[in-house]
């Protein structure tokens, strides 16, 4: 799960799509599957850890403000720690928001500005918690159950079902992410049929890409 929320993006003539989901719904094989296609996909936490990799300037600014308990014992940002300080403290977390957003932007929309393509995927956890799924031309939100993603979450991490239901419990609910949706992926059988569904929602892009040229031109 990203710590860090997201962005706005700059004016551009591509369609701009961004991909969401609660932790463990299966953004990350949604992406990796979109990226197979050939759609240049941009992820918010990719480039969280671009920005805060050991040496970064951003790296040092949470220090000054957060500690040196921030860093593990070759210099690197703990991220754990920092997510233990940040993680209900909503002043802690605008303080890191602060220093890690303008460069996550000025990145991405780097990153995008060179692309080209029909359109782009911008993969962003906590887009509607961060009130920036108005920026973007849809919607597309990745739907699984909780015990599905309960399953995952403890697959692939160390957390314990307290601090797993912590996290659920800190993010926008499934009807919250459905109201903001244009598109619904629901993750809910194999992977054939999750890229049988992710198929048929790229035609569907590439459609209104040519509906928008067609009309523009």
Request: glycine content about 8%.
């Amino acid at each position: 799960m990203g710590i860090f929320g997201l962005l706005v993006w700059d004016e551009s003539p591509m369609l701009k799509i961004a991909l969401t989901g609660g932790i463990g719904s299966g953004k990350t094989t949604v992406s990796d599957y979109f990226r197979k296609l050939g759609v240049p996909v941009i992820d918010a936490d990719e480039t969280s850890h671009e920005v805060t990799q050991a040496g970064a300037p951003a790296v040092q600014q949470i220090v000054d403000v957060f500690g040196d308990s921030v860093l593990d014992h070759d210099g690197n940002l703990d991220r754990t720690a920092l997510r233990n300080i940040v993680f209900g403290d909503t002043e802690s977390r605008k303080q890191l928001e602060s220093i890690l957003h303008p460069e996550i932007r000025r990145r991405m929309n780097d990153a995008a500005s060179r692309t080209q393509s029909p359109y782009c995927l911008f993969s962003i956890p906590l887009l509607i918690e961060t009130s920036q799924h108005t920026s973007y031309d849809r919607i597309l939100v990745v739907e699984t159950s909780e015990d599905r993603r309960r399953t995952w979450i403890q697959a692939r991490s160390d957390l314990t079902e307290g601090e797993i239901t912590a996290i659920l419990s800190a993010q926008v609910s499934d009807k919250q992410r459905r109201g903001a949706a244009d598109d619904l992926l629901i993750n809910d059988g194999g992977i054939d049929d999750l890229h049988a569904r992710i198929d048929r929602l790229h035609q569907r892009y590439l459609a209104l890409v040519r509906g928008q040229e067609q009309s523009n031109g």
